[in-house]
């Protein structure tokens, strides 16, 4: 017959378990928006250079014109500054990210 404490130990280990994998999935759709905006950038080939400051995330660009700023706004970007070959978005936390992610696919 198992002890009180066992139960608690028990339920612990279980919410541990669910917590892990809700975290888990959550990386996992994150690694996928980073993708979407990526290839809404016009693939890694496109980009150029990356620079962040706070919540702005800018990026130098080949072509500007193969961007889909629409598919970036409804993926969640505050907005959108064309200036020449580059782009300021606003994205809040992620642009810290999407430059690190970005980064690693150089």
Known sequence: MLMPIQYYIIIGIII???L??????GKKDAHLELNKLVDYLGGKDNIIAT???MSRFKVTL???NIVN???IQKLG???IVEIDNQLK????????QLKKYIDELK
Do not use: R
């Open 77 to 79: 970007a505050k907005g």
């Open 62 to 64: 080949k072509d500007v």
């Open 16 to 18: 541990l378990i669910i």
């Open 69 to 71: 700023k629409e598919a």
């Open 20 to 25: 892990l994998a809700v975290l888990k999935a």
């Open 89 to 96: 978005i606003i994205l809040g936390s992620e642009s810290k």
């Open 51 to 53: 620079e962040t400051n």
